[in-house]
């Protein structure tokens, strides 16, 4: 009985809240009666905002008319988890407006209304509905409604859905509202599958998929901002004046203790598509002329995501903070060769297809590890004066508005509009004009050129939105056709970018300028294309004996760098990577490999180590030959057999040596031995194009057997030819650079400090085939990857 106390009773006295409502009160104020279900009701996030935000609700609507119920769910069973919960609640705080009194007597109010629930099994669920329902009839009540908040993880999603769709919907006339956290699926297809699973148990209108941003102050002050200054931005808020739009999430924490969600997600995944999205569109979206019609503000969003430019990998720069990798490896329990490409920095530009923003990029750029924690937009605009006395005008500053989310210099969410664009107007009386200032400078001005607004009371953002979905408002929401909009956006950039190496940082300030990025056109680049040396304090271990990959640019390319044993576990590493996906996709996996001393080390170690390499459907090509039996040491195919084909299982069929001999003589050029492996490589491999060529470069940069000064036509057609050596044996059959370039993957393998003085010669060289072959390799559609050990790196 004592569960449901009615919130107007409260304000009468305090000797009244115990069990001292009667019947008659409740029928004269009751608006219904309001349950509130947070499935995950002990886990963190819960703890850290949801609780505190539906007791702002609470508070905020104590005296309103509605009733109330909370429950907080969870798996374990209720003797555990009920102290839990009320430890939790027990710390929620009041906000500033109450007195001590009231507040603590709303609190024990609240505490009152609160229950835990075992929901684990469809039986706790039918149990639940079945206390609800009783509940309402117990009392007399009329249900208004009951809220769902789904905090768990997104695999959980569907079956809860289907849970509360069949135990748990209100009593006819009240309404169903469930919330959803991201992440909502991790691409469009996962996105739609979720979507398509939700759908069979709730009904749109009936679902609130949150994101926290959109009820951060200063993002939902975007639009009414824009609506409130037209007649100053109305002219402005276009390519013509406006240079840029950059929105930034820096972060200085790292993914320890949540890697395994991490992994699988990526700083793209994790607030580029989102949080940094949404906040895209509130300030390029066309206003809409009723800034709280729903459907007008989620119809102007969606247009902007059918405006948007397809991206590609040219257009982001990404990034992995060093010790990433050694914490993958030790929370997912996976060995020292496991590499991770997941990026933990990404800087992207984007351009909107309107004529209002044409050529005018946004960027969008978020990181872990980095020297700050700051979110913020900032609208940077063109300025064409040109200023003789620089520092004496504040026409020659930078112009520019910054909606700054929080943290950051700044202690305070605020709008600045910089003193030489306008002085906005102010129409709120939520927000309020700040004029005393801390001496401090935000984007390259001090705060005294600007002027500065910020809300009169500072919220939390779930607290904001909980009042929202309370209150029914959907537009600070994410509608399902959005979402998937906005997957659609992304997905062909994650996918594109899914086998990029991110550059390592160091972290925190130790970053440099190692991540500052350039926009050249459409494209991004990192501005400082220097190889970057980075130590690994960090990863644990010391000296040679820790693990220390370094990835750069060479000549260009993709580079990685590493003591030679760890060079030749992350080659090894990638082969297996580039086998699987191979094999996932085609079915086959096309592999063409190089003689010489540098790949004996990784033929060892991929027979000796890689165990679930995809052999059965592997082919094994030869990249060049010489002119000897096979069976002679001096063949590259001998060596390959004695060091890796012996030690694999592998079918014969799959193992193609070059036919360097036939009718019992070697390579004579009538035999069409040439013509013959070239024939081989068209009808077994796809489009000729092989998944991975391995090569090694020569001390006068031969590689394969291209050597220099050789009359072999580079723009050639042919895949197959005879070449010449200047050594012994002169004669040999090599994979020409056209067979070389149409390959998906081209490393070369580069080891000794014998290689010194060539990788530094190399990198200095243009592209000139006739006197360096190895710079004839230009992958046309695919990658080259340089695998340099420090050896020969740094001599
Ligand atoms: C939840 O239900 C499943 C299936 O009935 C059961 O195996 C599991 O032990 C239950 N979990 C808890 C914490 O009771
Ligand atoms: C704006 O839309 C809201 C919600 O649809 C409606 O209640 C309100 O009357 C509208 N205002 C105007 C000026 O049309
Ligand atoms: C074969 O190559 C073509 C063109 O390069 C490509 O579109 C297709 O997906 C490939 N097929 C397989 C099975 O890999």
Known sequence: MWK????????????????????????????????VVIVGGTGDLAKKYLWQGF???????????????????????????????????????CPRELSVERCALVKEQFLRLAEYRQLNTSEDYQALGKHLTEQLRQEG???????????????????IAEKINNNCRPTDGAWLRVVLEKPFGHDLSSAQLLSTQLGASLKDNEM?????????????????FRRENSKHLDLIWNKHHIERVEIVLKETLDAKGRISFYEQYGVIRDVIQNHLTEVMTLLTMELPSNLSNTKEVLKNKLKIFSALQRLDR?????????????????????????????????????????????????ILTSGKMLDERVGYARILFKNDIFCIQSHSSVHCKPKQIVFSFGHGTLQYPAILVSKNLFKPDLMDTEWKEVTEHKDVSVLGLPISDYYVLTPTVERESYAELILHIFQGRKDSFISAEN???SWSFWTPLLQSLADTFPRLYPGGADNGNMLDFKLLGRKVTFANEALVMVTQDHMGGSGRESFQVMQGKYRSADMVSAWPEELIVRLAGDLQVAAENAVREGGRFHLALSGGSSPLALFQRLARHHYSFPWRDTHVWMVDERCVPLTELDSNFRTLHDHLLQHVKMSYFNIHPMPVQMNQRLCVEEDSGALLYESDITQLVNASSFHFVLLGVGYDGHT??????????????????????????????????????????????????????LVTQLSRVKDNPKHWPITGIRPTSGRLVWYIDYDALLG
């Open 208 to 224: 609130y998929r949150i994101d926290h941003y959109l009820g951060k102050q200063v993002v939902s002050k975007i639009l009414p």
């Open 704 to 757: 394969a057997s291209l050597f220099p000064g050789s009359k072999l036509d580079a723009s050639g057609n042919s895949l197959v030819a005879f070449t010449e050596s200047p050594a012994k044996p002169h004669q040999r059959m090599s994979l020409t650079l056209k067979a070389i370039n149409q390959a998906q993957k081209v490393g070369v393998l580069v080891m000794g400090k014998s290689k010194h003085e």
């Open 141 to 159: 009540l009329v249900e208004a409604g009951r809220l769902f908040y789904l905090s768990v993880p997104a695999f959980a999603y569907a079956d």
């Open 483 to 485: 979402l998937l909009a």
């Open 55 to 93: 007791f702002h609700l609470y508070t905020n609507q104590v005296s309103s008319g509605y009733s109330f119920s909370f429950y907080g769910g969870g798996l374990s069973p209720n003797d555990k988890a009920t102290p839990i919960l009320f430890e939790v609640l027990k710390g929620v705080v």
């Open 4 to 35: 449901v106390v009615w919130a107007a009773l409260l304000l009468l006295a305090t000797v009244c809240v115990q069990r001292g409502y009667t019947k008659e009160a409740k029928g004269a104020q009751s608006l219904g009666h309001v349950s």
């Open 314 to 362: 040219n257009c982001a720069a990404i990034g992995q903070y060093q010790a990433y990798n050694a914490e993958v490896q030790e929370e997912l329990s996976k060995t020292r060769e496991h590499f991770s490409l997941t990026p933990t920095f990404a800087g992207i530009m984007v351009h909107i297809d309107l004529a209002q923003y044409e050529g005018m990029p946004v």
